[in-house]
């Protein structure tokens, strides 16, 4: 059978892959270009159990990928909303403090803002009671007035059939197996084999695996975190805006937080248990033997070593399986909670976290690997808040990896 040919072969249907295609064609609607995706239909992962927020920016370490790309990633977003008639609750963020050490934390990332050039506002107790009467606030808090949230599925449904109308074509059911010999670049699948000018890996929970064909990623390996919300049955007017306590700065995950969805419902979340095996989203689903021994093995590294604080982190997250546990500290940040309402666990999303394996870090930033030379370009890291950033981020790919001269 002949092989099939394009100018770029992206791997993965979630909101990356996605956004670099509507990124090249719109830039150049004379491009063929290929989506190749292991699942019947995108977003089946990551993307569409995305929290649906729109982040702001100020969570991001100065001068990081996140934070060049997050405040345009919003605009973004919210422009491709408006365009499109897409669902968007301008319901903004309060962040709070419970002590004074988490205080001074919040004082950490107000500084990152300022920097980032991130819009962060300090709210009195009585202004962010106008707000949000229920926060519950210590001393004083910060106010992003440009958090959002939206359907993470309805973008990318929206971003499929733009694509299939561009002229994008989508391979569903066909999975990446190895890098092939063909010239420049090519690649075999359960479905035959594809050839092109260009491989962009996008492949998320795999995408480590997939660039060490291309002898990339030797430095790195992704762990996958379980990431659970905890939702009201009904739309429920009892929190008004997005509620977050502060994170805590030695790992790149959040802290216990309320979100205000697009239809008014409220969730509780998020845990962030580490999992066994890259799709361990239910007891045996998806299990691969080899990547549990692998995975177990790193988990007890930082576990054992206590990098980036995962020890805490662990037993911290494991305690919030308990639904009582988890409303407990939800209690924390607001005056009144009708616990009875949060009655459904959402479906689990995975969390693909890359750890550098020579120091045993967990990587807090965006990570992209390849380029012409390549004929490869593989995002290693797209983790929170990627899908906020996935627009810009698109552009930069294209501008740093493909058309920089």
């Not at 370490?61 to 405040?71: E, G, H, M, N, R």
Request: glycine share 4%; hydrophobic share 40%.
């Amino acid at each position: 059978m002949k092989n099939k040919t394009y100018d770029f072969i992206i791997i993965g249907a979630g909101i990356m892959g996605l956004s670099i295609a509507y990124k090249l064609i719109t830039n150049n609607p004379k491009l063929k270009i290929a989506i190749i995706e292991k699942e019947k239909n995108v977003a089946l992962h990551a993307s569409g159990k995305n929290s649906g927020v729109l982040h702001s920016g100020f969570f991001n370490s100065i001068d990081s990928l996140k934070a060049k790309f997050t405040k345009s990633g919003n605009e973004q977003l919210k422009e491709f909303c408006k365009h499109y008639k897409l669902k968007i609750n301008f319901c903004g963020r309060i962040i709070v403090a419970s002590n004074e050490k988490e205080f001074n934390d919040l004082c950490e990332f107000k500084h990152r803002g300022d920097l980032n050039n991130i819009e962060s506002i300090w709210i009195s107790q009585q202004e962010a009671h106008e707000i949000d009467p229920n926060a519950k606030i210590y001393n004083k808090a910060l106010f992003s007035p440009t958090t959002a949230t939206i359907d993470p599925i309805e973008i990318c449904y929206t971003l499929l059939q733009i694509l299939k109308d561009r002229g994008i074509q989508f391979f569903f059911e066909t999975e990446y197996l190895r890098k092939s010999n063909s010239r420049p670049v090519g690649i075999t699948t359960t479905n035959g084999n594809y050839e092109g000018e260009m491989i962009i890996n996008a492949a998320g929970l795999y995408a480590d695996k997939i660039a060490k064909d291309f002898g990339l990623s030797q430095e790195y390996t992704l762990l996958p975190f379980k990431e659970i919300y905890l939702k009201t049955s009904l739309p429920w007017p009892e929190i008004k805006t997005n509620i977050y306590c502060v994170p805590n700065l030695k790992n790149p995950f959040l802290s216990v937080h309320f979100i205000k969805t697009v239809n008014n419902h409220i969730k509780i979340g998020s845990m962030y248990i580490p999992a066994f095996w890259r799709e361990n989203y239910t007891l045996f689903e998806r299990f691969k033997l080899s990547e549990f021994k692998e995975i177990l093995w790193y988990e007890i590294m930082l576990f054992l070593s206590n990098s980036c604080d995962f020890r805490n982190l662990t037993f911290k997250e494991i305690k919030k399986i308990n639904k009582n546990h988890l409303i407990s500290q939800a209690k924390k940040l607001v005056n009144n909670l009708t616990a009875e309402q949060y009655r459904r666990w959402e479906t689990p999303g995975i969390h693909p976290q890359l750890l550098k394996k020579s120091t045993l870090k967990l990587v807090d930033d965006f990570k992209i690997e390849g380029g012409i030379e390549h004929n490869s370009i593989h995002v290693l890291n797209a983790t929170n808040p990627a899908f906020t950033c996935s627009f810009s981020f698109a552009d930069w790919i294209i501008a740093e990896f493909i058309y920089k001269s």
